[in-house]
DNA sequence: ATGAAAGCGCTAACAC
DNA sequence: GTGTTAGCGCTTTCAT
């Protein structure tokens, strides 16, 4: 029955048995050896206190030729907090830890555990839709809910544990909570006024029908734009995430709508080459029929022909600017600030820009659907 | 300064002053309030020892009423163990993060969580190359390293911290370290001889140029096979992973070798719409005139036209058998076991199988290299 | 059946 | 300068 200790030391008596699994070194060990007391130890190790030069280099000494390393759970219990927390996606949470295969979430995680570690946090993985028994075991002084969706209960029930939350803006006004978001409004808008600029007149919109509130704002925006500029809503929700049911809502945007688009904005994480793959099937060369931009942070779409007009949600961005706002409340106490509003950016490239000596198309024939492949 | 808690009480005094974010409910409270002890309120919750229904049944009362959550902290350092392990991915050490763009490691990543929070252990997220100042301060049971590079020092510092580690491999028999691995060997000898199968007789492979314990298998599993099958070793390393050198290793492979494949194995996670779109670029049908599969675990070889046999490692099943094994060592202290291997699964779709009346191509035209675009 | 007390390993007041 | 001591909050012998 050979323990493996990994970090804690065993409740269990220390026997100077044979063959035990080497027990721990513990603080006093080294003080012991070193004919030094706990405190100064400890104090030259954490170069606090007022030490002479030499006997905190004995101290140090000692401890490294004993190979002690401080048990990280006695500290966090002194401590009162373990610099711990909790990082969930709501979306699809029937689906939980799906999350990590489309890239902007991907990115998110990757670079809110980078921030997170620099600030001295490490960062838990857990699924959507977690209960209580996943994380209530652990010591999180936060939990970051990514883009939960409306029936989550795990904002409540964080909230309730007295965890502070980090969210999307759809948290705002709970105490607790806190949020930093992205502008998806502006998003829409400007990549609406972009295509306006190259000549589209009948823009249409893919987006996932989901209770994110990323994807109601987008789907809401689109409908204020739309309306703003006189221009026919064309919009189709996808069932779902994931790139066969938005390829199939890309291909219900181009042939199944009242009006031919001359523009397609998806909102979904699908492969740019694959949406652009579906627009050519059913006829449309792009950008001369179509001009093309979807939001991803998908690198593939640098490497098609042509290369994809990308709408880049930051994650980067929100990363470190959720982050700063963490560790802004929890060491701070800072809790006045509203939340933050992550702006996007978006990357034009030759899908959306239209060839030049390649007119507008004229405007609106009432519907040309092109056949099928 | 509101101090926002989320978990541990601070060694400050409990003071009732007005204003205070509410001190946290510790089991001593809960004791007082129901007018018992610690031990019997803590056996009452956790269920142990011998009380009457009674006695349980208000202990539990009075803490629910109270809104008591165990610190999760002190029962860790009670336990000796943190149940939670690290997790890194070695590959990509210069760009660390990354690795969650490939859907094999973010596959990989979400189910080891999945697992790992199954058996009761949460999974914090470490860089690739991770220092250990960015671990030390964690309660780590054990690490998990995926694909580790020849030069990362992580698994040394790991195991001269006595943290068992979980890896590849390539850390076989040292004292502390445990292995899973994927059976790249069989991988490669499998789509070859389904390549050969379909009538090729010029495979060609494009792996990355990495130290990764797996790639360099793939490389020589590959040369091994067509030497073993008297075949032309044609084979082109990607300077690095990623679509854009990935993609411009398959064009060489298509163009720059000295025979020209009618076969293509791409051992790196590329976009499979990308690397079909070079395929036809350069002038080949697929699979009329080569024959594609991908190592990927990408959904989007389901959505092309044609579909791409893909070659599966199984990340789910990595996962599991790793955080099975992690178990075992952990709390059986079981340590003799060798490693695990596991099978991958070759998905067969139309791009890798040659159309009926679509003849074998004549043997070896020396060298029939087609202009690029 | 219930409670008092020890102690997990560490840090920080506070003596000396 | 250095050591003694008192906890952090919990679980668990061991008395009663």
Request: aromatic content about 4%.
């Amino acid at each position: 029955m050979t323990k493996a200790p990994g970090h804690g030391g065993q409740p269990s008596p220390r026997d100077g048995r044979l063959s035990s699994p080497a027990p721990r070194v513990r603080l006093v060990d080294v003080a012991r050896e070193a004919g030094l007391s706990k405190t100064t130890v400890s104090a030259a190790l954490n170069g606090t206190g007022r030490l002479s030069p030499e006997v905190r280099e004995r101290a140090r000494e000692t401890a490294r030729s004993m190979g002690y390393r401080p048990n990280a759970t006695a500290r966090q219990l002194r401590a009162g907090r373990a610099r711990l927390i909790g990082y969930v996606v709501g979306e699809l949470a029937d689906v939980p830890w799906t999350f990590l295969e489309s890239p902007y979430f991907a990115r998110l995680t990757g670079a809110t555990a980078a921030t997170a570690l620099g600030r001295g946090y490490a960062m838990v993985l857990l699924p959507a839709g977690s209960l209580q028994s996943e994380w209530s075991a652990l010591p999180l002084d936060a939990v970051i809910v990514a883009d939960p969706v409306a029936d989550d209960r795990i904002v409540d029930d964080l909230l309730a544990a007295r965890i502070p939350v980090f969210s999307d803006r759809s948290v705002e006004g709970r105490p607790g909570a806190h949020w930093v978001d992205v502008d998806a409004t502006a998003a829409v808008h400007r990549t609406l006024d972009h295509f306006l600029d190259q000549g589209a007149r009948r823009p249409a919109l893919v987006v996932p029908d989901s209770t994110t509130r990323f994807h109601r704002e987008v789907f809401a925006a689109h409908h204020d734009w739309c309306a703003a500029h006189g221009l026919p809503e064309l919009a189709v929700r996808a069932a779902e995430p994931g790139n066969g049911p938005v390829v199939r809502a890309v291909e219900t945007a181009l042939t199944g709508l009242p009006e031919r688009p001359d523009a397609l904005l998806v909102v979904a994480e699908a492969s740019p080459p694959l949406v652009l793959d579906a627009a050519r099937r059913h006829g449309y060369e792009v950008p001369g029929d179509l001009l093309l931009a979807c939001v991803s942070e998908d690198e593939t779409a640098l490497h098609t022909e042509p290369r994809v007009t990308t709408l880049s949600l930051r994650p980067d961005a929100v990363a470190e600017a959720g982050i700063e706002h963490l560790v802004a409340v929890l060491e701070h106490g800072r809790v006045e600030t509203g939340g933050t509003l992550v702006p996007v950016r978006l990357d034009v490239r030759a899908s959306s820009v239209r060839p030049s000596g390649h007119p507008a198309p004229p405007p609106q024939p009432p519907c040309t659907s092109s056949p099928p492949t």
